[in-house]
Each structure stands twice: as structure tokens, then as C-alpha cells.
């Protein structure tokens, strides 16, 4: 962000313990905020924080999160999907947790099987919610 800090939001803060709760409808959206997610996290570590995330997949988003898309989907959004694959192995890298609601994957018939190695599924997004919030973690709604 240039020359601009967050030192007044950061001030006596040693660790950044964020939630971000994934429910989007858009390919290109879900792939900017992931390269957003990414940003922060580098944004922490610069200004002396040590980041903790954890990303929960819930929703339609799941359906950009398969390794083996539709060919309409591939087709329309190939580009952007690759994106997608290559920043869920960046925040891995990074530690940062990611996990995708079962009952996403359910409701919108993506195999399990086709997520990537680097995606936790759990068995209800809002439970992972719930849990990290009651851990101390700040949700950050990305929709």
C-alpha cells in the first residue's frame, strides 16, 4: 500500500489472528481476494505482526476450488481457476490454514476428491466459524 502504514491498528499487537469467511459467486472475485488475502499477510510480517489465518470456503465459491471443473466452467473461467489453484498453494506455503465446508461441496456437487491436497474439508463451514471465532480469531466477511 505504498508508503502508508497501519501503525495506529497495529499499535502493542504481536499477532493478527484473522478469519476470513469465503462465500463468493464470482471466479475473478475469488481469485482477487485470495491475491487480497495474500497482500495482508505480507502487510502483517512487514509491520512487525505475526499473521495467523484461517480461510473458510463456504458456498458457491467451492465450485472454483475443483481441480477438475466443468469443461463450461474451465472454458469460461480457465485463466482465473489457475489463479485460484495457485493461491491456494501460496497461503499454504505461508501456513495459513484453508478449509471448505462439506455441506458446500454437497449443495453444489463438487467432488471432494478434486479439491486440492492443500484444502481441509470440514463437516459445516459455520461450525469452523463459530469454533475459530470462540478461539479469538476476528471474522473478516469477504461475499
Known amino acids: 500500500a505504498g508508503s502508508f502504514s ?10 493478527g489472528k484473522g478469519l476470513f469467511l469465503v462465500d463468493l459467486t464470482q471466479a475473478e472475485k475469488t481469485a482477487l481476494y485470495l491475491e487480497i488475502i495474500e497482500g495482508t499477510h505480507a502487510g502483517m510480517l512487514r509491520q512487525g505482526v505475526k499473521p495467523d489465518f484461517v480461510v ?13 471443473p466443468s469443461d463450461e466452467l474451465d472454458m469460461e473461467f ?7 489453484q495457485k493461491s ?8 495459513v490454514r484453508q478449509e471448505v465446508c462439506a455441506i458446500a461441496t454437497k449443495v453444489f456437487g463438487v467432488d471432494n476428491a478434486t479439491l486440492a491436497p ?11 466459524l463459530i469454533g475459530y471465532q470462540t478461539q479469538g480469531y476476528k471474522l473478516v466477511p469477504i461475499y
Open 6 to 15: 497501519d501503525a495506529d491498528a497495529l499499535k502493542g499487537v504481536t499477532e
Open 56 to 68: 473458510v470456503y463456504i458456498g458457491p465459491t467451492v465450485n472454483f476450488l475443483t481441480r477438475a
Open 78 to 84: 480457465g485463466e482465473v481457476l489457475g489463479r485460484i
Open 88 to 95: 491456494v498453494k501460496a497461503l499454504h506455503g505461508l501456513g
Open 118 to 128: 492443500e484444502l481441509k474439508i470440514v463437516g459445516d463451514g459455520f461450525i469452523s
